[in-house]
């Protein structure tokens, strides 16, 4: 016979009581697993979309994040195939790179000239089969959303737009945009007229194509020299990028065109080499190794290496919010925990005093009361924790299998609802382990108690 | 030796903001391997000095030795451990641990003792058998009459050897059979193994089989009666 086969026994004697405070402990931890598992495949969600999009770091000009997103004549990398080579070679970085491919970031003004409308736009120039092969990093298995660029094999004045940019476009009904409420027409003087050299320079470019091209745009840029240039561009497909501020505005054009379009007849250049890793896990030591190459191979480069974290605080912060709403709802939990399970240890020293007394009579020290109920706290700690994974690890399978969807602020679609516990172990293990500590915790005031009672008095307890 | 002294004992209780005198000048000698029954009227003190005999409780002035050791003097983790190895406990209500059996009843005061695990197993089986209970080694103490519980108690209280047994109106909850056997059956364990019993008890069946019998009015000692001087020669 041991303590813990006594502790045990004791939990089984008031069989009701010891059920109810597991549940208690059971749907709590399961709570906490569910909503742990459902904010860690957002924030899974939330990476792998950046990291497609962004890479995991980009080789910036030093000062084009903070100062020059609206300036990459300034701000841009003359000599970035060098710099690929070079970190595509590298010993150190080759294992841990999926893709590293060159980006020209620049924003205009495009306009169906046709239709007499136009709308800012933030174009991407990029190398098309290297993009959609970043696209398809998916690290973590997560559900996404992410789409291959349609300009493979396209011209180099192809381009596709989002469909909030179509929609200002009026170029719903030529690209088939679903869901795309033609708007009225304004009036002829309702807004200004383009200026003259603009609308010379358009008709310049629209005498160059075939007729009556009805996906035909233009997009006017300021040139490396500060002049306006424009380009006629094909736009070959309107594709939802979900976040509607990202929608209204976006455009993805041949990285040629771009650099075209900015530097004309000078020196091509881009705004960023993205850099994707195998891992994120890899991040910090493939960034220590890059820092390394700019302080020493590519030290006359003004250049800086950027995360995909500080290229999007909002990953940062939607990562904090959701820690914040985690931390709370376990404090909530831990809380009904520690009241749920002291009350029940407070009970059972209640009713077994005369059995304590009797224990201390009989040569018990008090340590060893204390480690009995500290141990019938532990018991409850353990089983309920058990039984919360179980119980949340189940939901969890529910809910996934479920066909629920939800759809996040700021989107226009909805994402399945998926909860990612199984695999997740830092979570399963810490809210189990926090659940248990809990439950020790709060059988630590009744243990001591107990201990503490005095014998004679404990005997006379009715 | 006696296994029990006690030199000008006191001990006073406070209820709310009220002095109560239990015990007042107490000198009292154990004699050894007898039975000593203590007894006088509701609230004369005999349960207070039994707990002070069993180290259970602490007196506010005097002297308690107990097994030749001045136990006021001790820690309360050296008091448990004394009492452990030094002291067994029958109480009224038999107080076994309602969730272990039979056996691990005894054995429980084996394990605080630290005893090998074989000879725990001897010592339990064996002295189930001189209780009668052999048979009843698995039964918790909820499929035991109130005389079988009480043997398992008295087996609990002799498990660890002690030199001295105390107890608390043992026959108190039983009928005049079962208490006569359980009576019996402690003399026997007295006489076997050379312990001392003190018993507090209003029981005639008790005081009848006293050898000596102390009586206490008012907190002190009215009258002790050393009824069995042949037995004064034993070891």
């Known amino acids: 016979m041991r303590t813990l086969s006594l502790a045990l026994r004791n939990l089984l004697r008031n069989r009701r009581r010891s059920v109810v405070t597991l549940l208690a402990m059971m749907v709590g931890l399961s709570a906490a697993l569910i909503f742990g598992g459902y904010s860690g495949n957002s924030i899974y969600a939330l990476q792998t979309g950046y990291v497609q999009m962004h890479g995991h770091l980009q080789i910036q000009r030093q000062g084009y994040f903070l100062y020059g997103s609206g300036n990459p004549a300034a701000y841009g990398i003359a000599d970035y195939q060098r710099i690929i080579d070079i970190v595509k070679r590298d010993e150190v970085l080759a294992p841990m790179l999926t893709v590293v491919t060159p980006k020209l970031q620049l924003g205009g003004i495009a306009g169906n000239f046709a239709a007499g409308v136009s709308t800012n736009v933030l174009a991407s120039g990029i190398v098309v089969d290297e993009q959609n092969a970043m696209r398809k990093w998916d690290d973590y298995g997560s559900m996404s959303y992410s789409f291959a660029f349609p300009l493979t094999g396209t011209d180099q004045d192809a381009v596709v737009i989002g469909t909030g940019v179509a929609r200002k476009l009026q170029l719903c009904e030529p690209l088939k945009v679903a869901n795309c409420r033609p708007i009225p027409k304004p009036s002829a003087d309702a807004g200004a007229q383009a200026p003259d050299d603009i609308q010379a320079l358009s008709a310049l470019e629209a005498s160059e194509l075939p007729a009556a091209n009805q996906t035909r745009i233009e997009m006017l840029a300021a040139n490396v020299h500060g002049a306006p240039n424009v380009v006629g561009l094909n736009v070959v497909k309107a594709q939802n990028w979900g976040f509607k501020e990202f929608d209204d505005t976006v455009m993805v054009m041949h990285l040629a065109q771009a650099q075209r379009l900015i530097f004309g007849g000078a020196q091509a250049q881009v705004t960023a080499i993205q850099i994707q890793l195998r891992h994120t896990e890899q991040m910090a030591s493939a960034k220590a190794r890059l820092d390394q190459l700019l302080a020493t191979t590519l030290k006359s480069e003004p250049l800086e290496i950027l995360d995909f974290e500080t290229l999007t605080p909002i990953y940062g912060q939607s990562v904090g919010f959701f820690h914040s709403v985690f931390g709370f709802i376990a404090t909530l939990i831990g809380a009904i925990v520690l009241f749920t399970v002291g009350n029940t240890m407070s009970m059972a020293v209640v009713e077994r005093t005369t059995e304590i007394g009797t224990l201390r009579a009989i040569g018990q020290r008090r340590s060893g009361i204390r480690r009995l109920f500290m141990l019938e706290g532990l018991l409850l700690g353990v089983i309920g924790a058990a039984l919360g994974v179980l119980t949340g690890l189940l939901l969890a399978n529910l809910i996934n299998h479920s066909g629920l969807t939800w759809t996040p602020p700021g989107y226009v679609y909805a994402y399945p609802l998926r909860v990612r516990i199984w695999g997740d172990w830092g979570l399963i293990v810490e809210s189990a382990a926090g659940l248990v500590v809990v439950a020790v915790v709060s059988a630590w005031w009744p243990a001591n108690r107990a201990s503490k009672l005095i014998i004679v008095e404990a005997l006379r307890h009715v | ?235």
């Open chain 2, 1 to 235: 030796m006696h296994p029990v002294v006690l030199k000008q004992v006191g001990k006073t209780y406070r209820l709310d903001s009220v002095r109560v005198l239990a015990l007042s000048d107490i000198n009292l000698e154990i004699r050894a391997n007898r039975f000593t029954v203590i007894s006088g009227p509701s609230g004369s003190g005999k349960t207070t000095l039994l707990n002070l005999i069993g180290c259970i409780d602490r007196p506010d002035q005097g002297e308690v030795i107990v097994a030749g050791q001045d136990v006021q003097r001790m820690s309360d983790d050296a008091l448990s451990d004394f009492r452990a190895h030094h002291l067994g406990f029958v109480f009224q209500n038999f107080n076994l641990l309602q969730v272990l059996t039979a056996y691990e009843n005894v054995e429980y005061p084996l394990l605080l003792t630290n005893m090998p695990a074989e000879q725990r197993r001897r010592r339990v089986l064996d002295l189930l058998d001189a209780v009668g209970l052999s048979d009843r080694a698995q039964s918790r103490p909820g499929q035991l009459s109130g005389g079988q519980r009480q043997r398992v108690a008295i087996a609990r209280a002799l498990a660890p050897a002690p030199q001295l047994v105390l107890a608390d109106e043992p026959t108190a909850n039983l009928d005049s059979e079962t208490g006569a056997s359980i009576i019996a059956l402690m003399r026997t364990m007295q006489r076997e193994r050379q312990v001392s019993f003190v018993f507090s008890s209003h029981d005639p069946q008790v005081q009848a089989e006293a050898d000596d019998a102390v009586f206490l009015r008012d907190g002190r000692i009215a009258s002790v009666e050393r009824r069995s001087e042949a037995a004064e020669a034993a070891p």
